[in-house]
């Protein structure tokens, strides 16, 4: 499948899904790196303060690992280019205006995004009107 580049094309095609079950963000330092060695995080990024990553609620809970808030993941299932321009600044821009944070993460094939649990359904119909309005 060819990514796309041109920005109406994504936004008609955003096609967002929202993922089961809820996620957290937890730090991994060196003590807690051996303990959560078999872990499949969502996401994962290496920070000054340690290996952040993305679990699954109850993955943390069940490690005994802190965070702060509760969130949902919502894919955008259009496979966009990794040089398209715009994607994320609309999107991020169309959540800002209904006043829902999101936490953007890409990857190689789709855009992923964390908005908090409580404003997810209200993500998704956010999503599905800046998609709509460009089709």
């Known amino acids: 499948m060819n990514a796309h580049r041109e920005l109406n094309e994504l936004l008609a095609k955003l096609k967002p899904q929202l993922l089961d079950g809820p996620f957290v963000f937890c730090t991994l330092d060196g003590q807690a790196m051996p303990a959560a060695s ?32 509760v969130f949902r993941c919502i894919t955008l299932t259009v496979q966009s280019s990794l040089e398209a321009v715009g994607l994320t600044a609309a999107v991020a821009t169309a959540l800002a205006d209904d006043g829902i944070a999101a936490n953007v993460i890409a990857g190689r ?3 992923h995004l964390l908005v908090p649990q ?18």
Do not use: K
Not at 39 to 45: E, I, M, N, T
């Open 38 to 69: 078999n872990l499949q995080p969502r996401a994962s990024v290496m920070e000054p303060e340690g290996l952040s990553v993305v679990l699954t609620e109850a993955q943390a809970r069940d490690l005994g690992l802190p965070y702060e808030g």
């Open 118 to 135: 409580a404003q997810a359904s209200e993500a998704m119909q956010t999503l599905r009107r800046l998609s709509a309005s460009v089709r």
């Open 109 to 111: 094939h789709h855009d």
